[in-house]
């Protein structure tokens, strides 16, 4: 470590890449900001919804994991009941 | 907002000092990316803590390696904003992360290490990524 951190003292997922999966079957993957009352705050998150995408959420993964996530929400809130899975993106295994 | 200059400038040296020269405008990156030949790796610095400050150091371990990229520049996101944007033009369908490293071989990407690649992982991890996609990509060893 450099020692340059601006943002300690945060959630252990704060700054990480995840991907969360929904009841309603959405995945969604941004970087983690915080988790409150309000629900799980994400930056910079794509989404994949199976209703509307021509991929399959494991297609829409393997693309993210290799150019990196297409940001189309700056900021999101999630409402945590909403949310069945959160994991970094780095450990998800696409086959 | 960008960050106070006073404060970034030692992630800036941070990166400087292996080597890596910065590129501060759409005109820097435009004169060293543009019709570029042979491999150069694009740092693209950032202040956040929890990914770039095991980037950093990452970095400084992975251009030890006898295989290296014959070129190493640097933009700072979030600081030179237009720079970074046009370096990031030359990324072609990767999308845009900081920190993160770009490894170009005659202008195309060849290997591009995001964010997500870095958040959470020791520098030995990152090195080890590195320098492999260094080994497979820039050819002979550099001989100083």
């Known amino acids: 470590m450099s020692g340059h951190v601006f943002h300690p003292g945060h959630h252990e997922l ?7 999966t929904m009841h309603d079957d959405r995945t969604l993957v941004g970087r983690f900001d915080q988790e409150d009352a309000r629900g799980i705050h994400l930056l910079d998150t794509g989404i994949h919804d199976p209703a509307t995408s021509h991929a399959s959420r494991e297609d829409y993964l393997r693309r993210t994991l290799k150019f990196g996530v297409k940001p189309e929400h700056p ?13 970094p993106l780095r450990e998800i295994a696409i086959p | 907002m960008p ?6 400038r030692p ?11 910065e590129l501060h405008t759409v ?18 610095n950032s202040v956040c803590g929890c990914a770039a400050g095991n980037a950093r150091p990452a970095l400084a371990q992975a251009l030890a390696h006898p295989v290296r990229p014959s070129a190493v520049f640097t933009v700072f996101a979030g600081q030179d904003v237009d720079a970074t944007a046009r370096a990031r033009s030359y990324f072609g369908e990767y999308q845009p992360s900081s920190p993160s490293m770009a490894l170009l071989r005659d202008g195309e990407v060849v290997y591009m290490m995001h964010r997500h690649m870095i958040e959470g992982r020791d520098p030995e991890d990152i090195v080890a990524d590195l320098t492999a996609a260094f080994e497979q990509y820039c050819g002979a060893p550099v001989r100083d």
């Open chain 2, 11 to 21: 992630m800036r040296e941070e990166v400087t000092r292996l080597g890596a020269r």
């Open chain 1, 14 to 20: 704060h700054g990480i890449t995840v991907v969360v």
């Open chain 1, 75 to 87: 900021r999101l809130i999630v409402p945590a009941a909403q949310v069945t899975a959160i994991t």
């Open chain 2, 27 to 44: 005109a820097d990156v435009d004169n060293v990316l543009a019709n570029h030949t042979g491999t150069a790796l694009v740092f693209v």
């Open chain 2, 3 to 8: 960050y106070d200059p006073a404060l970034v």
